[in-house]
Protein backbone atom coordinates (compact mmCIF):
# COMPACT_ATOMS: atom_id res chain seq x y z
CA UNK A 1 0.00 0.00 0.00
CA UNK A 2 2.89 2.29 0.79
CA UNK A 3 3.45 2.15 -3.26
CA UNK A 4 0.13 3.41 -4.19
CA UNK A 5 -0.17 7.00 -5.01
CA UNK A 6 -1.95 9.17 -2.38
CA UNK A 7 -5.89 9.56 -2.52
CA UNK A 8 -6.01 6.95 -5.13
CA UNK A 9 -8.72 4.79 -3.81
CA UNK A 10 -12.49 4.69 -3.92
CA UNK A 11 -13.42 1.88 -1.66
CA UNK A 12 -11.25 0.03 0.60
CA UNK A 13 -11.91 -3.27 1.45
CA UNK A 14 -10.51 -5.12 4.20
CA UNK A 15 -10.66 -8.90 5.84
CA UNK A 16 -7.50 -8.85 7.86
CA UNK A 17 -6.22 -11.75 10.45
CA UNK A 18 -8.28 -12.48 13.15
CA UNK A 19 -5.75 -13.77 15.71
CA UNK A 20 -8.01 -16.34 16.54
CA UNK A 21 -5.64 -17.55 19.15
CA UNK A 22 -6.15 -21.04 18.38
CA UNK A 23 -4.08 -23.47 20.85
CA UNK A 24 -5.38 -26.71 20.09
CA UNK A 25 -6.94 -28.72 17.48
CA UNK A 26 -11.04 -28.51 17.44
CA UNK A 27 -12.60 -31.25 16.58
CA UNK A 28 -16.15 -32.83 15.79
CA UNK A 29 -18.47 -35.01 18.60
CA UNK A 30 -17.51 -37.98 16.22
CA UNK A 31 -13.77 -37.16 16.58
CA UNK A 32 -13.36 -35.57 13.39
CA UNK A 33 -11.20 -32.76 13.06
CA UNK A 34 -12.55 -29.01 12.66
CA UNK A 35 -11.06 -27.70 9.37
CA UNK A 36 -9.98 -24.56 11.31
CA UNK A 37 -7.92 -21.48 11.18
CA UNK A 38 -4.48 -22.69 11.90
CA UNK A 39 -1.91 -21.19 9.30
CA UNK A 40 0.77 -18.88 10.34
CA UNK A 41 -0.70 -15.71 8.85
CA UNK A 42 -2.89 -16.00 11.29
CA UNK A 43 -0.34 -16.12 14.59
CA UNK A 44 0.62 -13.31 16.76
CA UNK A 45 2.88 -13.31 19.52
CA UNK A 46 0.99 -11.23 21.56
CA UNK A 47 -2.22 -8.66 21.39
CA UNK A 48 0.29 -5.65 21.32
CA UNK A 49 1.94 -7.29 18.38
CA UNK A 50 -1.46 -7.77 16.52
CA UNK A 51 -2.39 -4.10 17.49
CA UNK A 52 0.54 -2.71 15.90
CA UNK A 53 0.55 -4.37 12.75
CA UNK A 54 -3.47 -3.07 12.79
CA UNK A 55 -2.39 0.38 12.74
CA UNK A 56 0.19 0.10 10.50
CA UNK A 57 -2.01 -1.16 7.57
CA UNK A 58 -5.00 1.40 8.74
CA UNK A 59 -2.45 3.83 8.60
CA UNK A 60 -1.59 2.79 5.11
CA UNK A 61 -5.14 2.63 3.83
CA UNK A 62 -5.97 6.19 5.12
CA UNK A 63 -3.00 7.45 3.30
CA UNK A 64 -3.98 5.93 -0.19
CA UNK A 65 -7.87 6.43 0.61
CA UNK A 66 -9.66 9.35 -1.51
CA UNK A 67 -11.03 12.15 0.75
CA UNK A 68 -14.31 11.26 0.06
CA UNK A 69 -13.95 7.39 0.47
CA UNK A 70 -14.85 4.63 2.77
CA UNK A 71 -13.35 2.06 4.55
CA UNK A 72 -14.65 -1.54 5.09
CA UNK A 73 -12.98 -4.06 7.25
CA UNK A 74 -14.64 -7.35 8.77
CA UNK A 75 -14.12 -9.50 11.56
CA UNK A 76 -14.90 -11.62 14.76
CA UNK A 77 -15.39 -11.19 18.53
CA UNK A 78 -11.44 -12.37 18.62
CA UNK A 79 -10.24 -9.14 16.77
CA UNK A 80 -13.45 -6.61 15.99
CA UNK A 81 -13.20 -4.65 18.83
CA UNK A 82 -9.18 -3.82 18.49
CA UNK A 83 -9.87 -2.42 14.99
CA UNK A 84 -12.13 -0.55 15.84
CA UNK A 85 -10.42 1.10 18.58
CA UNK A 86 -7.67 1.72 16.03
CA UNK A 87 -10.27 3.04 13.47
CA UNK A 88 -10.97 5.77 16.01
CA UNK A 89 -7.73 6.22 17.29
CA UNK A 90 -6.85 7.08 13.37
CA UNK A 91 -9.54 9.62 12.98
CA UNK A 92 -11.88 7.57 10.81
CA UNK A 93 -15.30 8.34 11.24
CA UNK A 94 -17.65 5.17 11.89
CA UNK A 95 -20.80 5.51 9.81
CA UNK A 96 -22.25 1.96 10.69
CA UNK A 97 -21.40 -1.68 11.98
CA UNK A 98 -23.13 -4.44 10.27
CA UNK A 99 -24.01 -7.59 11.98
CA UNK A 100 -23.67 -10.28 9.10
CA UNK A 101 -26.02 -13.03 10.71
CA UNK A 102 -24.91 -16.18 9.06
CA UNK A 103 -27.73 -18.08 7.78
CA UNK A 104 -25.88 -21.51 8.24
CA UNK A 105 -22.96 -21.17 11.07
CA UNK A 106 -20.94 -23.85 12.17
CA UNK A 107 -21.94 -25.02 15.42
CA UNK A 108 -19.94 -24.57 18.82
CA UNK A 109 -19.38 -28.59 18.85
CA UNK A 110 -18.49 -28.53 22.55
CA UNK A 111 -21.31 -27.41 23.76
CA UNK A 112 -19.90 -24.87 25.80
CA UNK A 113 -20.41 -21.36 24.33
CA UNK A 114 -23.20 -19.83 22.12
CA UNK A 115 -23.00 -20.89 18.37
CA UNK A 116 -20.55 -17.96 16.94
CA UNK A 117 -23.43 -17.32 14.08
CA UNK A 118 -22.29 -13.50 12.99
CA UNK A 119 -19.30 -11.61 12.00
CA UNK A 120 -19.05 -7.93 12.22
CA UNK A 121 -18.36 -5.44 9.90
CA UNK A 122 -17.38 -1.56 10.25
CA UNK A 123 -17.89 0.91 7.52
CA UNK A 124 -15.86 4.37 8.15
CA UNK A 125 -15.66 7.39 6.42
CA UNK A 126 -12.38 9.87 6.53
CA UNK A 127 -13.73 12.20 8.48
CA UNK A 128 -17.07 13.08 10.03
CA UNK A 129 -17.92 15.48 7.45
CA UNK A 130 -16.48 13.38 4.00
CA UNK A 131 -18.84 13.76 1.50
CA UNK A 132 -19.08 9.85 0.83
CA UNK A 133 -20.64 7.52 -1.52
CA UNK A 134 -23.96 5.98 -0.74
CA UNK A 135 -25.94 4.25 -2.58
CA UNK A 136 -28.97 4.71 -0.61
CA UNK A 137 -31.95 3.25 -3.16
CA UNK A 138 -29.76 0.73 -4.68
CA UNK A 139 -30.33 -0.76 -1.68
CA UNK A 140 -33.52 -0.49 -0.78
CA UNK A 141 -34.59 -1.98 -4.27
CA UNK A 142 -31.99 -4.93 -3.39
CA UNK A 143 -34.41 -5.12 0.11
CA UNK A 144 -37.52 -5.08 -1.80
CA UNK A 145 -37.86 -1.34 -1.58
CA UNK A 146 -37.58 -1.05 2.36
CA UNK A 147 -35.01 0.36 3.93
CA UNK A 148 -31.81 -1.64 4.35
CA UNK A 149 -30.96 -2.57 7.79
CA UNK A 150 -27.49 -3.31 9.78
CA UNK A 151 -28.01 -6.80 9.91
CA UNK A 152 -27.62 -8.91 6.70
CA UNK A 153 -28.74 -12.10 6.69
CA UNK A 154 -26.68 -14.16 4.19
CA UNK A 155 -25.05 -17.78 3.91
CA UNK A 156 -21.43 -18.49 4.35
CA UNK A 157 -19.78 -19.64 1.42
CA UNK A 158 -20.56 -23.09 0.51
CA UNK A 159 -20.51 -25.71 -2.38
CA UNK A 160 -19.65 -24.76 -5.90
CA UNK A 161 -18.74 -21.02 -4.55
CA UNK A 162 -16.24 -22.74 -2.61
CA UNK A 163 -13.01 -22.78 -4.21
CA UNK A 164 -10.42 -25.61 -3.75
CA UNK A 165 -7.41 -26.72 -4.19
CA UNK A 166 -7.49 -31.05 -4.79
CA UNK A 167 -10.58 -31.38 -2.92
CA UNK A 168 -8.86 -29.42 0.18
CA UNK A 169 -10.71 -25.68 0.58
CA UNK A 170 -8.04 -23.55 -0.68
CA UNK A 171 -8.63 -20.87 2.18
CA UNK A 172 -9.92 -21.49 5.29
CA UNK A 173 -12.13 -17.87 5.48
CA UNK A 174 -13.01 -17.24 1.42
CA UNK A 175 -16.25 -14.96 1.60
CA UNK A 176 -19.22 -15.05 0.15
CA UNK A 177 -19.50 -13.60 -2.95
CA UNK A 178 -22.82 -12.06 -1.47
CA UNK A 179 -21.19 -10.07 0.95
CA UNK A 180 -18.68 -8.17 -1.21
CA UNK A 181 -21.64 -7.94 -3.40
CA UNK A 182 -23.47 -5.82 -0.83
CA UNK A 183 -20.51 -4.11 -0.19
CA UNK A 184 -19.38 -2.69 -3.63
CA UNK A 185 -22.84 -1.82 -4.91
CA UNK A 186 -23.98 -0.03 -1.85
CA UNK A 187 -20.68 2.39 -1.52
CA UNK A 188 -19.21 2.56 -5.21
CA UNK A 189 -20.17 3.21 -8.72
CA UNK A 190 -18.77 2.06 -12.34
CA UNK A 191 -15.22 2.69 -12.37
CA UNK A 192 -14.22 3.33 -9.12
CA UNK A 193 -11.19 1.81 -7.53
CA UNK A 194 -11.68 -0.73 -4.93
CA UNK A 195 -8.70 -1.98 -3.15
CA UNK A 196 -8.44 -5.50 -0.96
CA UNK A 197 -4.76 -5.33 0.98
CA UNK A 198 -5.63 -9.24 1.95
CA UNK A 199 -7.13 -10.27 -0.88
CA UNK A 200 -6.78 -13.99 -0.64
CA UNK A 201 -8.72 -15.81 -3.24
CA UNK A 202 -10.23 -12.45 -4.76
CA UNK A 203 -13.45 -12.62 -4.01
CA UNK A 204 -13.54 -8.33 -3.91
CA UNK A 205 -12.01 -8.65 -7.27
CA UNK A 206 -14.19 -11.00 -8.51
CA UNK A 207 -17.13 -9.22 -7.71
CA UNK A 208 -15.18 -5.53 -8.49
CA UNK A 209 -15.28 -7.15 -11.99
CA UNK A 210 -19.07 -8.46 -12.42
CA UNK A 211 -19.88 -5.06 -11.41
CA UNK A 212 -17.49 -2.90 -13.38
CA UNK A 213 -15.14 -1.55 -11.01
CA UNK A 214 -11.72 -1.66 -11.08
CA UNK A 215 -9.83 -3.46 -8.08
CA UNK A 216 -6.21 -3.43 -6.77
CA UNK A 217 -5.47 -6.82 -4.42
CA UNK A 218 -2.96 -7.42 -2.47
CA UNK A 219 -2.05 -11.11 -1.16
CA UNK A 220 1.62 -12.60 -0.03
CA UNK A 221 0.48 -16.12 -0.44
CA UNK A 222 1.25 -17.33 -3.36
CA UNK A 223 -0.68 -19.92 -3.53
CA UNK A 224 -4.01 -17.76 -2.83
CA UNK A 225 -2.82 -15.33 -5.54
CA UNK A 226 -2.81 -18.52 -8.16
CA UNK A 227 -6.87 -19.21 -7.11
CA UNK A 228 -7.51 -15.74 -7.42
CA UNK A 229 -6.38 -14.64 -11.11
CA UNK A 230 -7.82 -18.05 -12.36
CA UNK A 231 -10.77 -16.73 -11.07
CA UNK A 232 -11.09 -13.78 -11.56
CA UNK A 233 -9.77 -14.22 -15.20
CA UNK A 234 -12.74 -16.56 -16.25
CA UNK A 235 -15.44 -14.09 -15.02
CA UNK A 236 -17.13 -11.28 -17.74
CA UNK A 237 -18.30 -8.26 -16.36
CA UNK A 238 -21.58 -6.91 -16.98
CA UNK A 239 -22.08 -4.68 -19.04
CA UNK A 240 -24.16 -1.27 -20.06
CA UNK A 241 -27.48 -1.23 -18.57
CA UNK A 242 -26.71 -4.36 -16.73
CA UNK A 243 -24.33 -1.74 -14.11
CA UNK A 244 -27.31 0.33 -13.85
CA UNK A 245 -28.58 0.71 -10.07
CA UNK A 246 -32.04 2.62 -8.80
CA UNK A 247 -31.39 6.34 -8.05
CA UNK A 248 -33.32 8.65 -6.22
CA UNK A 249 -34.27 12.42 -7.26
CA UNK A 250 -30.87 13.84 -5.77
CA UNK A 251 -28.74 11.44 -8.10
CA UNK A 252 -31.04 12.11 -11.37
CA UNK A 253 -29.82 15.68 -13.60
CA UNK A 254 -31.41 18.60 -12.00
CA UNK A 255 -34.71 19.82 -13.84
CA UNK A 256 -35.71 23.67 -12.95
CA UNK A 257 -39.42 24.63 -13.38
CA UNK A 258 -38.33 26.81 -16.02
CA UNK A 259 -37.57 24.55 -18.26
CA UNK A 260 -40.93 22.90 -18.13
CA UNK A 261 -42.38 26.18 -19.05
CA UNK A 262 -39.93 27.67 -21.72
CA UNK A 263 -40.28 24.04 -23.64
CA UNK A 264 -43.94 24.62 -23.35
CA UNK A 265 -44.85 21.61 -21.09
CA UNK A 266 -46.42 24.06 -18.64
CA UNK A 267 -48.01 27.51 -20.24
CA UNK A 268 -47.69 30.96 -18.56
CA UNK A 269 -51.18 31.58 -17.20
CA UNK A 270 -51.82 27.65 -16.25
CA UNK A 271 -52.93 27.40 -12.74
CA UNK A 272 -51.73 24.99 -10.08
CA UNK A 273 -53.39 23.30 -7.46
CA UNK A 274 -52.69 21.01 -4.33
CA UNK A 275 -54.40 17.95 -4.81
CA UNK A 276 -57.19 18.92 -2.01
CA UNK A 277 -57.95 22.10 -4.76
CA UNK A 278 -57.58 24.05 -1.62
CA UNK A 279 -54.83 26.45 -2.78
CA UNK A 280 -54.12 27.92 -6.28
CA UNK A 281 -51.18 29.74 -7.42
CA UNK A 282 -50.39 31.23 -11.47
CA UNK A 283 -47.65 30.31 -13.43
CA UNK A 284 -45.62 33.32 -14.79
CA UNK A 285 -43.19 33.52 -17.88
CA UNK A 286 -40.38 33.32 -15.88
CA UNK A 287 -40.79 30.54 -14.43
CA UNK A 288 -41.80 32.10 -10.97
CA UNK A 289 -45.59 31.52 -9.56
CA UNK A 290 -47.77 33.98 -8.27
CA UNK A 291 -50.38 33.37 -4.85
CA UNK A 292 -52.30 36.41 -3.58
CA UNK A 293 -49.85 38.95 -4.80
CA UNK A 294 -46.54 37.21 -3.74
CA UNK A 295 -44.43 35.39 -6.26
CA UNK A 296 -41.79 33.20 -5.99
CA UNK A 297 -40.96 29.81 -7.01
CA UNK A 298 -43.04 26.41 -6.28
CA UNK A 299 -41.34 25.57 -3.36
CA UNK A 300 -41.54 28.86 -1.51
CA UNK A 301 -44.79 29.46 -2.76
CA UNK A 302 -46.41 26.20 -1.62
CA UNK A 303 -44.70 26.66 1.63
CA UNK A 304 -46.05 29.81 2.00
CA UNK A 305 -49.35 28.22 1.32
CA UNK A 306 -49.57 25.72 4.30
CA UNK A 307 -48.07 28.31 6.39
CA UNK A 308 -44.83 25.59 6.64
CA UNK A 309 -41.02 26.40 6.54
CA UNK A 310 -40.41 24.72 3.54
CA UNK A 311 -41.77 22.56 0.53
CA UNK A 312 -41.13 20.47 -2.39
CA UNK A 313 -43.03 22.15 -4.79
CA UNK A 314 -42.88 19.07 -7.60
CA UNK A 315 -45.01 17.19 -5.09
CA UNK A 316 -46.93 19.47 -3.93
CA UNK A 317 -48.54 21.48 -6.63
CA UNK A 318 -50.45 20.16 -9.48
CA UNK A 319 -51.86 20.76 -12.93
CA UNK A 320 -55.81 20.17 -14.42
CA UNK A 321 -55.83 18.15 -16.93
CA UNK A 322 -59.55 18.19 -17.82
CA UNK A 323 -61.37 16.47 -14.70
CA UNK A 324 -57.87 14.67 -13.84
CA UNK A 325 -54.77 16.59 -11.36
CA UNK A 326 -51.19 15.38 -12.88
CA UNK A 327 -48.70 15.98 -10.51
CA UNK A 328 -46.17 18.36 -11.52
CA UNK A 329 -43.30 15.58 -10.71
CA UNK A 330 -45.27 13.51 -13.46
CA UNK A 331 -44.44 16.47 -16.20
CA UNK A 332 -40.41 16.58 -14.51
CA UNK A 333 -40.29 13.24 -15.72
CA UNK A 334 -41.52 13.26 -18.75
CA UNK A 335 -39.18 16.23 -19.24
CA UNK A 336 -36.51 13.94 -18.70
CA UNK A 337 -37.62 11.78 -20.91
CA UNK A 338 -38.34 14.27 -23.70
CA UNK A 339 -35.11 15.65 -23.25
CA UNK A 340 -33.06 12.38 -22.76
CA UNK A 341 -31.64 13.71 -19.64
Request: overall charge neutral; hydrophobic content about 40%; glycine content about 8%.
Amino acid sequence: MNALPEKSVDLVFADPPYNLQLQHNLLRPEGGKVDAVDDDWDKFDSFATYDAFTRAWLKAARRVLKDDGTIWTIGSYHNIFRVGAALQDLEFWILNDIVWRKANPMPNFKGTRFTNAHETLIWCAKSENARYQFNYHAMKALNEDLQMRSDWVLPICTGGERLKIDGVKAHPTQKPEALLYRVLLACTQPGDVVLDPFFGTGTTGAVAKLLGRRWIGIEREEKYVRVAQARIDSLLPLSGGDMAVSEGARGLPRVAFGALVEGGMIRPGTMLVDAQRRHRARVRADGSVERDGTAGSIHQIGAAAQGAAACNGWTFWHVEEGETLVVLDAKRVAYRAAAAV
